[in-house]
């Protein structure tokens, strides 16, 4: 089989050319990462899981008629996704106070925001992705009025449909980020969430106890990061009901 050529590799994903033009390979490392790449592990299983969660919310999405990238998942660690240019920004919906806002507003970690809120932050490693207010994106081009407010609306659609499952298995959606690309079907341009949607992208908690489900479990030294995604799959009914958390878990077509 000849070597398949690579495009590029991020901190949790590598990207390869894919099969038809057009058309890219998302491969999902076990790789974890935190404070800009400070903080790093290797969690078997991680990227197995990942796979599999981004893919069950990629194609939710579409159901509800959310365009995505996603196009299908090739096997336990690869998705067939349509290429498409990644505009520079981190989409960020906060509906709970967590993270940075509460070093940055002086919020209580957990408390109820009065509406959900949309930061933006500019993708550059080098300068630790810093937030960017809407006159910066237009001024240096990185999108739109137009490319701004279809941006917001896609995003708070995926937060009411993330919330809405998510609260159906007793988990809370504190937060989550997302990446924007723009597609071209001849001349008419149209965005659709790229890159994944997993606990990696996502803050949850549980309903009940307060248990973090995502990747502050790995920030913070609070346990076994794939058996909190682990849990999150199990709930959603990516895994069998049955099955206990595992590094290397068993999925369910």
Known sequence: MAR??????????ILYEGPEPGTFVQYFKDDATAFNAEKKDV??????LNN??????MVGLASIGVPTHFLKRLNMREQLIRQCEIIPLEVIVRNRAAGSICKR?????GATLPRPIIEFCYK??????????????????????QDLDDMVALALRVNDFMSGLMHGVGITLVDFKIEIGRVWDNEFQRLVVADEISPDSCRL??????????????????GNLADAYTEVARRLGVLPANVSPASKPTLVN
């Open 4 to 13: 398949r050529k690579l495009i590029y590799e991020g901190k949790a994903k």
């Open 43 to 48: 969690i078997e299983g991680k990227g197995v």
């Open 52 to 57: 599999r969660l981004s893919e069950y919310f």
């Open 105 to 109: 507003l002086g919020l209580e970690e």
């Open 124 to 145: 550059d490693d080098s300068l630790g992705d810093p937030l960017v207010a809407e006159e910066h994106i237009i001024a240096f081009g990185w999108a739109s009025q």
């Open 205 to 222: 908690w549980d309903q009940k106890t307060g248990q973090k489900l995502d990747k502050d479990v790995f920030r913070r030294d609070l």
